[in-house]
């Protein structure tokens, strides 16, 4: 059926929504909004409008929309939140379709069907055609990141004057549209639609207050509203950097809104903690009072997607907004300290909180530094208990270097080099004790560059689960008395650093999967025993075996006891007593002397040699692979 153009029609001002522009046409044609979108061909069951048409109109309904309103599709389009949605994410994932509430919506900070308002704004311009039906409704006010007017440098207004009710927003059961009270007629786009409850005997009808003449004035001091217009300037210009609005200017992150929205809903949670991020003490009464008495729910009773969604209050919402743009900080992409801001709130919020409300948090979008600094941490690990959540797959900080190019048992000379301050003061460590250092340090570099608890560090070293929770929990015992876990942090943040820096990297990863199948051929190992006389035939003596695992835990930088080979006879459940004590022989310093010395020192040079073959190799190396002359 062909849709027919309405007798007279308005061209859209700039901003305007959709509903604004339907109660305009609705005035101007002296009908109910109801009866515009019935003829713009925007009706739906019980003459009403979706909601989710002010996120994007259904293609089906766009032409038809277009022929009767005289407007290009691109016009049509621009009366739609979609025209802000590759710049404000939350609307990406925001539905208000009919078979749900918009509380969804609303929760996610994605959008609100009630309206904002400047009372400026709706009055319009002095144009001939706005004095008339008035300005506009405009789109940017339906966001929840929308709380002033830059161009009349005031806080928007939530509700009417005279019956405080909010626009749109039904204060019975009425179900929520795009226009509430769309049945009636006559009201001026700027008039509240709410019924007011009448006086015995007399009919309902609407409370009628022109918006527009709203003489509320701004509820924040002097001195904050520079602040608050501040903040609105920068949202708007991310809201709005494209190249119509800013020629050549570069692409938004897209990252700040959902940082900021997870920052307001940290500051809410860890409140009164968070109190210092408030920039005045005027601000910081306003989200005490939003906390205390939050303006969402009607009831005393919080509902879930009430407690997430934004306050509806303008100065509440500005308040909550400039405390969490400054716990973020200017740049905080590049900013080392924002942990040590996040950290304690998202502490706080957690222990303070129901499980499920910790839940949310950590499930919110966030950038991959937010989501490091808000991941629970245990000594400095990842928590690896409870259900893992893929923000503990982020790398626990920004690295040139990856997981692959850590090795499993951090190498002596990094030991030496980075942590020489902690050994010196931890006075009473053992061999084995460094040993465990240097395996925490792994797990700890490979969190950093590839992100995940440590049980998952572990799997990516080829460490086993059951040594890798030895080691943590002896360092722990060994340092924690001391106070010295903040200076193996530091030491390990020194060694990133030099790993950042340090290239070409070495591939140990790649290094490991090369030698996983390899033994030591049977012609190399008699040219590295020859002339050294006879060993002590017995079961411990050096053998073949031995060598294999000490050329793989030199080529890979790995703990010889968790070598393929040992690992292999484990599997099998054959002892691996003889093997060890052989290879014990050759390694441990009391046997380092004569032919013994000098057998270790032939392995060593032969993985040397044979450690640049592995990193030109595609293909794990097969068992008798015969290493480079020596």
């Not at 830059?150 to 204060?171: A, F, Q, Y």
């Not at 003061?425 to 240097?438: E, T």
Request: charged letters at 20%; hydrophobic letters at 35%.
């Amino acid at each position: 059926m062909t849709t027919r153009p309405l007798p007279r029609g308005l061209a859209p001002l700039d901003e305007e929504s959709l509903p604004g522009l339907i109660l305009r046409l609705a005035y101007r044609l002296e009908r109910s909004p109801a009866r515009i979108a019935e003829l713009c061909s925007l009706n739906h069951h019980q003459s009403r409008i979706p909601a989710e048409y002010l996120i994007a109109l259904p293609p089906e309904r766009c032409a038809p929309f277009a022929a009767a309103t005289r407007l290009r599709a691109n016009e049509v389009s621009a009366l739609t939140l979609s025209r802000i949605s590759g710049t404000y994410p939350p609307l990406l994932t925001a539905r208000m379709d009919g078979n749900r509430n918009t509380s969804a919506a609303s929760k996610q900070w994605a959008a609100q069907l009630s309206s904002r308002y400047c009372p400026e704004c709706l009055a319009g311009d002095n144009s001939p055609i706005q004095n008339l039906y008035g300005g506009p409704w405009k789109l940017r006010w339906h966001l929840p990141v929308v709380f002033s007017c830059t161009i009349h440098h005031r806080l928007l207004v939530h509700n009417c004057p005279n019956c405080s009710g909010v626009p749109n927003k039904p204060g019975n059961t009425e179900r929520q549209g795009l226009i509430m009270q769309r049945t009636t007629s006559g009201l001026h786009p700027a008039q509240c639609r709410h019924v007011i409850a009448p006086a015995i005997g007399a009919k309902p009808a609407p409370c009628g207050t022109r918006l527009d003449q709203n003489v509320q004035t701004n509820t924040l001091t002097d001195m904050d509203i520079p602040r608050v217009l501040a903040l609105q300037q920068r949202i708007d210009r991310r809201l709005f950097l494209d190249h119509q609005h800013s020629e050549g200017a570069q692409p938004a992150d897209h990252h700040y809104f959902h940082d900021l929205v997870v920052a307001a809903q940290l500051i809410r949670l860890s409140w009164p903690d968070s109190a210092p991020f408030a920039p005045s003490d005027s601000l910081r009464d306003l989200i005490d009072q939003h906390v205390a008495h939050p303006s969402n729910p009607p009831s005393t009773h919080r509902r879930p997607s009430t407690m997430w969604a934004a306050p509806q209050d303008p100065a509440e919402c500005a308040a909550l907004l400039l405390a969490a743009d400054t716990l973020l900080g200017e740049d905080h992409a590049a900013d080392p300290t924002l942990i040590d801001r996040v950290q304690p709130l998202s502490t706080v919020a957690l222990r303070r909180h129901a499980p499920n409300v910790g839940a949310a948090l950590r499930r919110m979008q966030a950038s991959p530094d937010l989501a490091r600094a808000l991941t629970p941490r245990s000594n400095g690990f990842y928590r690896a208990g409870g259900h893992h959540h893929p923000r503990q797959h982020i790398p626990s900080r920004r690295s040139q270097f990856s997981v692959q190019h850590v090795p499993a048992l951090l190498p002596q000379a990094w030991t030496s080099a980075h942590f020489r301050d902690l050994l010196e003061r931890w006075k009473d460590q053992s061999d084995w004790d460094v040993r465990h250092l240097r395996r925490v340090a792994s797990l700890k570099l490979a969190e950093m560059s590839g992100g995940g608890t440590w049980p998952k560090c572990a799997r990516e070293l080829g460490i086993p689960w059951s040594t890798a929770q030895h080691s943590l929990r002896r360092v722990k015992e060994k340092l924690t008395p001391h106070h010295l876990w903040p200076l193996l942090e530091k030491s390990l943040e020194d060694l990133a650093d030099h790993l950042d820096c340090d290239t070409p990297r070495i591939d140990y990863q790649h290094r490991r999967a090369t030698l996983r199948n390899w033994r030591l051929p049977d012609a190399d190992w008699h040219e590295l025993i020859g002339g050294l006389g006879p060993f002590w035939q017995s079961v411990t003596s050096p053998s073949n075996d031995a060598a294999t695992v000490l050329i793989w835990a030199e080529v890979t930088q790995g703990d010889h006891l968790h070598s393929p080979l040992l690992e292999s006879l484990r599997e099998s459940r054959h002892s691996t007593h003889h093997l060890v004590a052989s290879i014990n022989q050759i390694r441990t310093p009391a046997n380092r002397k004569g032919a013994k010395r000098t057998l270790l020192r032939r392995i060593e040079a032969y993985a040397t040699r044979l450690a640049p073959s592995c990193d030109h190799r595609s293909t794990s190396i097969a068992p008798g692979h015969t290493a480079p002359q020596l």
